[in-house]
């Protein structure tokens, strides 16, 4: 019950935040449950993404919460900055893709899907056939006004 009222909160706050300091753009649709972003999991380091299992094997072992997820496979597009990045399922996707710890699920699970501009700019979009999509907060038509 806790953590259902602190979500609500967060999420209030989180929303108001957005439209107080008018991020560029806002989040569209609604999730189709296709599970789609518990199996292509991107982990950032210092200098961009993981992209070599060992090092991934090395975080497995320093860091018990690493392994949680398993490698799925890797990213393959030379124009993208992302390339060669490794992609990640976590172990708690159910076969039918729900959450098996949706309450207990961690801070970047309930963030997602989040607004961040930066990664707008560079190009990066929903996951394909996921049901969100990020349209401009302003459209164009109104500055004419
Ligand atoms: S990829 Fe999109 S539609 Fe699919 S489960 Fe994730 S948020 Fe929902
Ligand atoms: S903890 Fe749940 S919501 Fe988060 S990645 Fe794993 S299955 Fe998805």
Same mark, same amino acid.
């Given at each position: ?22 991020? /560029? ?8 449950? %296709?599970?789609?972003? %518990? /199996? ?7 200098? $961009?993404? !993981? ?53 207990? /699920?961690?801070?970047? %699970? ?12 560079? $190009? ?5 056939? %996921?049901?969100?999509?990020?349209? !401009? ?9």
């Amino acid at each position: 019950m806790f953590l259902m009222i602190k979500k609500f909160f967060e999420d209030f706050f989180l929303c108001l935040y957005n439209k107080l300091f008018s991020s /560029r753009y806002v989040l569209k649709g609604k999730c189709k449950r %296709c599970g789609a972003c %518990c /199996r292509n999991i991107l982990f950032s380091i210092k200098d $961009g993404y !993981v992209k070599d299992e060992k090092l991934f094997y090395e975080m497995q072992k320093k860091y018990k919460y690493y392994r949680n997820y398993k490698i799925s496979g890797i990213l393959k597009d030379k124009k993208d900055f992302q390339n060669g990045a490794l992609t990640f399922e976590c172990k708690y996707i159910s076969d039918k893709n729900l959450c098996k710890i949706y309450w207990f /699920r961690p801070k970047f %699970c309930r963030d997602y899907p989040n607004i961040n501009p930066e990664l707008i700019y560079n $190009g990066v979009t929903m996951l394909d056939g %996921c049901g969100f999509y990020f349209d !401009v907060n302003k459209k164009f038509k109104s500055y004419l006004k």
